[in-house]
């Protein structure tokens, strides 16, 4: 048809302004889907799943005054009326929603059809990636070595192998120890024994428990400053740590995907915010007016109210701890906040305070291993300089269980988004939008000596249940009991802090492991309605199951005892 030539002419007419900017385009298969799509890579890298995107990207970069000559020259302005050709939705169906305020229309162009029958049987897959796969789509290489911040710092390039080292302690700086620098550890020149970076501290005589303080390169730099150099080269290099950001101010506000069970299709839209459901999930009749989601209701009243970062009547706040959203008025009797922070009730406020004392502690247990709560601390460069390094040792440790995620599962990226939903939920990352917003995930790791061997995701939902859409273990350590050891862990810090239930997606494949092995059971269908209330992680025809966590009614101090 002439509209289906229009937007062909449109779409190369942009791809041709974007290779001659210097902009490349590759194609690549989405995530579970069985055709690949066009990515439009920029000049730095930067990869883009839309061609609309991408012209919106360089159109920006034009606009903000941060393009060069071969920028300018390629760029050909575009009316606004004629890129909506190529929006998700036509005007047809755009004003069908309006019309209702309830129904997406999902009136989509004839290039996007055969796709939309894919998208609507799987947006997003949990896939088990096996190590003896071969070639991965993604391009991801099995990583055979440790798993340590050592080996972290010397894949990064800030020091390398055979680098000589230094115990110095006291002001005066005095030798007690020299070492050398291997992939397994650091080897004393005394003894030729291999440590660990805590190892060698303890083997120099010295109990001061600071060894990345003490440990200093030939070059008078320690082992703090080589981390937090290594931080910052991780950030910029692997452009890991970002907003999961959706543009709800275009053609387009809404989400493409129902927060309850993770698929895509015909969605209920709220009013007020850009979350979108399935009629069937959300079990209720349509309203003829407007209709506000349980993200925009307060949890004791079921009322919509404005929201604010301060108290009054019709105010709605968020929970930093569950997140779901209450009226002062409706919650004053039970209501805790500190600082800025504002709590539905004195539960979620006590679990938050047991949470910050759990994070970053290392708990030691039996045969050298060792569990840790971390959750990423946000700080810009200069703050970065001047941190306590406990806290950038804990955040180049989410680095490394981001690669043991990496190992265990398939990429999982979000289409409405861009986003690495894995990643981001180990770096806590927030988002605009309910469903992609993992600003309350922590992560629990398991180390041997100091190599991690297992890292898991979790995110609690008050004191009822608490979510772990991801756990793995390298691939070397598997049949071994380490996940045993892990979600031992991960359930005596569960029970100190209150929590009752711990609630996973279980591929297939492993159901009967979770249940045989690890004492998990099917989901009891009043769980399931009370998780239609909160906004978990989802996938398409994956199982819940649930498990019930022993309640000890005792606190986890900084020991582990």
């Not at 550890?185 to 005394?190: K, L, R, T, Y």
């Not at 996940?483 to 929590?499: D, M, N, P, Q």
Request: glycine letters at 8%; a neutral charge; one cysteine or more.
């Amino acid at each position: 048809s002439g509209a289906r030539q229009q937007k062909h002419l449109l779409r190369e007419n942009i791809i041709s302004m974007l290779k001659n900017a210097g902009w490349s385009v590759e194609y690549r298969q989405r995530q579970s889907k069985d055709y690949q799509d066009a990515v439009y890579i920029d000049r730095v890298g930067r990869a883009y799943w839309s061609v609309t995107l991408a012209y919106k990207k360089f159109k920006e970069n034009i606009d903000g005054g941060n393009a060069d000559d071969k920028d300018i020259s390629a760029f050909v302005p575009i009316p606004e009326e004629t890129l909506r050709l190529l929006f998700r939705f036509s005007e047809k169906g755009r004003k069908a929603r309006k019309k209702c305020g309830k129904v997406v229309s999902r009136s989509k162009s004839m290039d996007e059809k055969t796709k939309l029958r894919v998208n609507l049987g799987k947006q997003r897959t949990l896939l088990a990636r096996r190590p003896n796969d071969g070639f991965h789509s993604d391009g991801y290489e099995l990583y055979e070595g440790k798993r340590s911040l050592l080996t972290w710092m010397l894949d990064l390039g800030t020091f390398p192998i055979g680098q000589k080292v230094i115990y110095r302690k006291g002001r005066s700086k005095r030798i007690l120890l020299e070492g050398t620098v291997t992939k397994e550890g650091i080897s004393c020149v005394c003894c030729n024994i291999m440590h660990t970076i805590r190892g060698f501290e303890f083997h120099a005589g010295s109990t001061l428990g600071r060894p990345f303080e003490n440990i200093y390169l030939d070059s008078g730099n320690s082992l703090s400053q080589c981390l937090i150099d290594s931080w910052k080269k991780h950030i910029v290099e692997a452009d890991a740590i970002s907003c999961a950001y959706v543009d709800v101010d275009g053609d387009d506000p809404n989400d493409d995907t129902c927060n309850i069970c993770g698929d895509g299709g015909d969605l209920i839209c709220c009013d007020s915010c850009p979350s979108t459901f399935h009629h069937g999930c959300l079990n209720i009749n349509v309203p003829s007016g407007d209709w506000n989601c349980v993200y925009c209701s307060c949890k004791f009243c079921g009322m919509a109210g404005e929201e604010s970062s301060s108290t009054g009547n019709g105010v709605l706040l968020a929970c930093h701890l569950c997140e779901e959203k209450f009226h002062p008025d409706c919650a004053k009797d039970t209501t805790c906040d500190k600082g800025n922070l504002f709590f539905c009730g004195k539960t979620c406020f006590k679990i938050s305070q047991q949470l910050q004392v759990l994070l970053g502690f290392r708990n030691e247990f039996e045969e050298g291993f060792s569990y840790t709560v971390l959750q990423l601390h946000n700080f810009n460069s200069d703050a970065l300089q001047d941190a306590d390094i406990s806290t950038v040792e804990s955040n180049s440790k989410l680095a490394l269980a981001s690669t043991v995620m990496d190992e265990c599962f398939q990429p999982i990226i979000d289409e409405r988004s861009g986003a690495s939903v894995i990643r981001n939920v180990v770096y806590s990352c927030g988002s605009n939008i309910r469903r992609l917003n993992y600003g309350r995930f922590f992560t629990i790791i398991l180390e041997k000596g100091d190599e991690l061997v297992a890292a898991a995701s979790i995110r609690i939902h008050g004191s009822s249940l608490a979510e772990m859409p991801f756990i793995g273990t390298r691939y070397m350590y598997r049949r071994q009991g380490m996940c045993s050891r892990l979600l031992g862990a991960i359930e005596k810090v569960l029970s100190s802090l209150g929590i009752e239930k711990l609630v996973i997606p279980a591929i297939s494949e492993l159901n009967e492991t979770w249940i045989n092995v690890f004492g998990f059971s099917q989901m009891k269908e009043s769980k399931r309605l009370e998780m239609r209330y909160m906004s978990m992680i989802v996938f398409p025809g994956v199982d819940m199951l649930e498990k019930s966590i022993v309640q000890k009614h005792e606190q986890i101090d900084s020991t582990g005892a």
